[in-house]
């Protein structure tokens, strides 16, 4: 059998899904109630603003559009290195250290903007798990294939359909786990609780350096 690429591995999906869910919850509770993760509600919030004529407003929601399309674009030439993984991973670790210090009285976006950066950067990066397609710091796609699988499975008793069901609600798993310790070590820690993730993140690439 083909060995899986550490990258690919459960135990990196786990660690990364994990911290996935810890930015969510971060942004929600300390920067201005939003999800930073995915897109889909900026669009959709941007589209509402432009059809009341508020255009500062509009203003608001498509910056973290940019971001996370820049994101993109940023890791598109990381990838032109060869240990490019590792570089996408201390890109990240860098940009979590400083949010931790940026006080939660000074503008939100500053922050939306920049995690939408990082996660468009971890999910360009982290595609697959054990060769399938799955996400880190979103769940929608996840719940889909974990239902699709495990569908699979019922009618045809597939059990690498099992395998890869079993993987998808670890990763659901995982970033959900990320999202309940993230709201409790926040009541604490408030700011600096994002320095768990720069921990996480840390352990990852020594996981991808030791294989490499």
């Not at 598109?76 to 210090?101: M, N």
Request: glycine fraction near 6%; charge should be positive.
């Amino acid at each position: 059998m083909t060995k899986v690429k550490i990258h690919e591995t459960r135990r990196v999906g786990i660690l990364l899904a994990f911290v996935g869910g810890f930015l969510d919850v971060n942004t929600y509770l300390l920067r201005g109630g939003v999800f930073a993760n995915a897109q889909t509600g900026n669009m959709v919030l941007l589209m509402l603003q432009i059809s009341e004529g508020q255009w500062m407003k509009a203003l608001y929601y498509i910056v973290p559009i940019i971001a996370f399309f820049s994101g993109v674009v940023v890791t598109e030439f990381v990838k032109l290195h060869e240990r490019w993984h590792e570089y996408v991973l201390i890109i990240e670790i860098g940009l979590l250290f400083l949010i931790g210090f940026y006080p939660v009285t000074f503008p939100a976006m500053i922050v939306n903007i920049t995690i939408s950066f990082i996660c468009a950067m971890q999910i360009s990066s982290f595609r697959k798990l054990r060769g399938a397609a799955y996400a880190t710091t979103v769940c929608t796609g996840n719940l889909r294939s974990a239902a699709e699988q495990l569908t699979l499975f019922y009618i045809r008793r597939d059990e690498e359909a099992k395998k890869k069901c079993l993987n998808y609600f670890i990763i659901i798993f995982s970033f959900s786990l990320g999202a309940l310790i993230g709201a409790l070590l926040i009541k604490c820690l408030e700011i600096y609780a994002i320095w768990i993730c720069c921990f996480i993140l840390i352990v990852v690439v020594v996981l991808l350096l030791r294989e490499n």
